[in-house]
């Protein structure tokens, strides 16, 4: 039938026939992408696909690449007389470029689809807005590594010798980076695992307190509230322990004032004043409500402990620091002995020596 259409306009030339052989190829291509639009697409759509609605809509352009280079390779094979030699070496660049058409779709494509996941943030995924930079950087690569994989076999290239020189290199840059990597190493777990992030107060080890930063592959960065930021590396943190004060099941943290009372004090008006303190500080939460806890005899007083809750952890030493002063004035103006060490000492007799020395003297 084609031939028929051939005969009937006329196109007597091969490239009048190889021109009208790429109109057809294109006018399939064209239908092919309005019967995805039509079908697939329109579904996902209905169905709030929208990693699949994206596919459906930028593979249009690789499928028509695809379409139209299979075209001129038929035609360059069955209309023209070229040498094996430029028949092949035509094929492996339409074939190259297609191949880059399609790793481009397939890059872009995987780009999305983290994106939209780490958005998400699905309870137990590994996708998050944490690890999404982690993620984009090891599949452009391995998507990069597989298409010129495939351009190399294209070109009939041996790939033998790269893949050893490359196993040598990696062995090398093992050894001489080891620590290195095991910093990047940790740094993929910690973002998989999300103990802390961005503006969290966290503690390491009971000594390195600070807002968290910034979480790179390689180490964690601090800012204490002396304004100093530190940079520990994340093999220090993977391996050590890790305290969230901006974690839980609220965003505010809880915080004790321990004070002491002389074991004749009135407990109950100790507990009164301890309360109205927290009640009166205007940093302290009203819910959960401030309690006080009698804790313990001590060995020179009655151990009290004051416990609020305050709405971020970096203000928790200017509210303790408050609560102490209120604490010391407000013991001293109701007569509240706060107990001290004190040690009496007893002479119970001069040595012999001595006396006889002063007697004479």
Known sequence: MIEQWIAYLGLEHPIL????????????????????????????????????????????????????????????????????????????????????????????????????NSQRQLMGSFIKPQTLPLLDN??????????????????????????????????????????????????????????????????????????????????????????????????????GKVVNQSSGRFVSMRMFANVSVAYDSDIDQVREILLDIAHKEPMVQSDPEPLVRFLSFGASGLDFSLRVWISDPEIRTKVLDSLNVQIFKRFAEAKIEIPYSKHDLYIKSMPKREVESDEAF
Request: without cysteine.
């Open 17 to 116: 026939q190889a021109i009208f052989y790429v109109i057809l190829a294109l006018i399939g291509a064209l239908l092919l992408n309005l019967i995805i639009i039509i079908g697939p697409k329109r579904w996902a759509k209905s169905q709030n696909r929208e990693v699949l609605t994206y596919l459906l809509t930028h593979i249009r352009l690789p499928l028509t690449v695809s379409v139209l280079f299979i075209a001129i390779s038929a035609i360059l094979t069955l209309q023209f007389n070229w040498q094996d030699t430029h028949l092949l070496y035509t094929n492996r660049i339409l074939t190259s470029l297609n191949i880059l058409v399609w790793g481009q779709f397939v890059y872009r494509s995987s780009q999305f689809a983290l994106r939209y």
């Open 138 to 239: 090891l599949s452009a690569i391995l998507i990069v590594l597989f298409i010129l994989y495939l351009i190399f076999i294209t070109w009939n290239i041996n790939m033998t010798a790269w893949l050893a020189s490359a196993g040598v290199i990696g062995i090398a840059v093992g050894f001489a980076a080891k620590d290195t990597i095991a910093n990047i190493l940790s740094g993929v777990f910690i973002m998989a695992d999300s103990p802390y992030k961005i503006g969290d107060y966290i503690v390491i080890e009971g000594t390195d307190r600070g807002k968290v930063t910034h979480i790179g592959l390689r180490s964690t960065r601090l800012l204490t509230r002396d304004d100093v930021e530190i940079n520990i590396p994340n093999s220090v943190i993977a391996n």
